[in-house]
């Protein structure tokens, strides 16, 4: 018998990686399976990208970067 998803739990369905263009945290982190503090000590030691400010309390990843880091980490390099 399936399970019932309850109503609380919001399932977030990530969109594909855009061609161009940015990406926010929750689309990062649905393509690139690693925790919110795994991302920010990667960042911070430059192993994942830096973030582009878009305004006083919003940050977002390049398309492209994030595609790259993708493609590292399947050739093992990341």
């Given at each position: 018998m399936a399970?019932?998803p309850?109503k609380?739990?919001?399932?977030?369905t990530?969109k594909?990686?855009?061609?161009?263009g940015?990406?926010l945290?929750p689309?990062v982190?649905?393509?690139f399976?690693?925790?919110r503090?795994?991302?920010?000590?990667g960042i911070?030691?430059g192993?994942?990208p830096?973030?582009?400010?878009?305004g006083?309390?919003?940050?977002?990843?390049?398309?492209?970067d994030?595609?790259?880091l993708?493609?590292?980490?399947?050739?093992g390099?990341?």
């Amino acid at each position: 018998m399936a399970k019932k998803p309850t109503k609380n739990k919001l399932i977030y369905t990530p969109k594909p990686i855009p061609e161009i263009g940015f990406m926010l945290l929750p689309s990062v982190l649905a393509v690139f399976p690693v925790g919110r503090t795994t991302w920010h000590n990667g960042i911070k030691s430059g192993k994942y990208p830096q973030p582009v400010k878009l305004g006083p309390r919003k940050v977002a990843w390049k398309a492209e970067d994030i595609r790259a880091l993708i493609a590292k980490a399947e050739a093992g390099e990341a």
